[in-house]
């Protein structure tokens, strides 16, 4: 069965600190892989998806960027952290399998607050 | 532009039937799911329609009505451990995006 793993679960950093978010699945090839953020009072942001090793398509323009050094890993980073930069941030994959429903499934997620 | 309107919060009685609704209005539209978030953790996978009708799995049914955009998630016989946020997606636009509302807070009494 597929399984997918995201560190750290908690962190908080100062602003102007680096992030690194790690994302490993389980179980699959060549999965679809996804960063998603949700802040307080927000719905669900697509920030990231990647379809392949080093493809990365970013939806929202800002400083976080993400990449996909292996096959079933995706990280999520920045240079340097803003305020705005807090929130639950959660990786996905997208299931193929269920019967065309495209199916996401998510991570334990990573709550990032920026102090 | 892209809307997902749903109730901010709700409230039932354990062993009650609760029904939870969600309008859209997007520029096309490919299918309508349902996932449940409870506090602190990611969301997970309800339900998905993408034609007219009801689709029944266990104590949750979701109904959906394209030409209305409407679509209602009935979550019967209710157990404590149902209070959670439910979140409902639409899947619309050329591209396929996700379109996520905000969620409806149920809380579960005894």
């Known amino acids: 069965s597929q399984t997918i793993h995201q560190w750290p679960a908690t962190l908080v950093q100062p602003v102007g600190s680096p992030l690194s978010l790690e994302c490993t699945v389980e179980?699959?090839?060549?999965?679809?892989l996804y960063w998603y953020r949700q802040a307080a009072g927000r719905g669900l942001q697509l920030l990231f998806y990647?379809?392949?090793?080093?493809?990365i398509s970013s939806e929202v323009p800002q400083n976080l960027s993400a990449s996909r050094p292996q096959d079933r890993q995706f990280i999520l980073s920045s240079k340097k952290l803003l305020l705005s930069d807090s929130g639950f941030y959660l990786c996905?994959?997208?299931?193929?399998?269920?019967?065309?429903?495209?199916?996401?499934?998510f991570g334990a997620g990573s709550r990032l607050t920026v102090l | 532009g892209q809307n997902i309107d749903q109730p901010t919060e709700m409230t039932a009685t354990e062993g009650a039937i609760v029904q939870i609704n969600c309008t859209y209005q997007?520029?096309?539209?490919?299918?309508l799911f349902w996932y449940q978030q409870h506090a602190g953790e990611a969301p997970t996978f309800l339900s998905y329609?993408?034609l007219d009708g009801l689709e029944e799995k266990g104590r949750f049914s979701s109904f959906l009505s394209r030409s209305k955009g409407y679509s209602y998630l009935l979550l019967k016989e209710l157990q404590m451990k149902d209070s959670a946020s439910y979140l409902c997606?639409?899947?619309?636009?050329?591209?396929?995006?996700?379109?996520w509302g905000l969620g409806t807070s149920l809380a579960v009494n005894p």
């Open positions: 997007t520029s096309g539209f490919n299918g």
């Open positions: 996905a994959w997208r299931d193929l399998d269920r019967a065309g429903a495209n199916v996401l499934t």
């Open positions: 329609n993408v």
């Open positions: 990647s379809v392949g090793i080093g493809q």
């Open positions: 997606v639409v899947r619309a636009g050329n591209n396929r995006k996700l379109i």
């Open positions: 179980g699959t090839s060549n999965p679809n």
